[in-house]
């Protein structure tokens, strides 16, 4: 079945996974690499390497997932002509846009009281950039370009998840 229910393909499926996984796995493993040299003085190596692959598989499970899960459902239910073969590029859109107010949210917590707001800037930012997308053509092409780098690289975080979420498992049984 080359296509997900008729509507993306299965690159579309890896690239978007691979957008949605990236800024996520780059956040997490900077906030790890932060704090191991903490960690190292008072923890074994055992425990160090539970608290990293707690860190990677919520990573994973509780965020990069669901966010996957939520951009194929909005793909799947959108008018075909809405994504015309743009879905990957929109999806990256949703991601930046996610990920910069995510990270102004981080620098100013006030803004996490006016959700109205917050909401009003995301689909007003969001809005210009699909805009943008579908009046330059150019863009899905770097865009691709881009995918096809970013998924080599979210082939080792995959990697590095597997072996964290058997990590958890083994620590829990």
Sequence with gaps: ???????????????????????????????????????????????????????????????????????????????????????????????????VMALVILNNERLLWDKGLLLKIFVAVYAVLAALIYLFPRIKEVVEAIAERVVVLVYIYLFFDVLAVIVVFVRNI
């Excluded at 229910?5 to 996984?21: I, M, N």
């Design 1 to 99: 079945m080359s296509r997900f229910f008729g509507r993306l393909t299965k690159q579309e499926l890896l690239y978007t996974f691979a957008f949605c996984s990236l800024p996520i796995h780059i956040w997490t493993i900077s906030n790890v690499l932060y704090d191991v040299p903490a960690w190292m003085l008072y923890m074994d190596l055992w425990d160090l390497t539970g608290a990293i692959s707690y860190a990677l598989a919520f990573a994973l499970i509780i965020e990069t997932i669901p966010i996957f899960l939520l951009l194929t459902l909005a793909g799947w239910f959108a008018p075909k002509r809405w994504l015309r073969g743009n879905f990957v590029v929109l999806s990256l859109a949703f991601m930046l846009v996610a990920t």
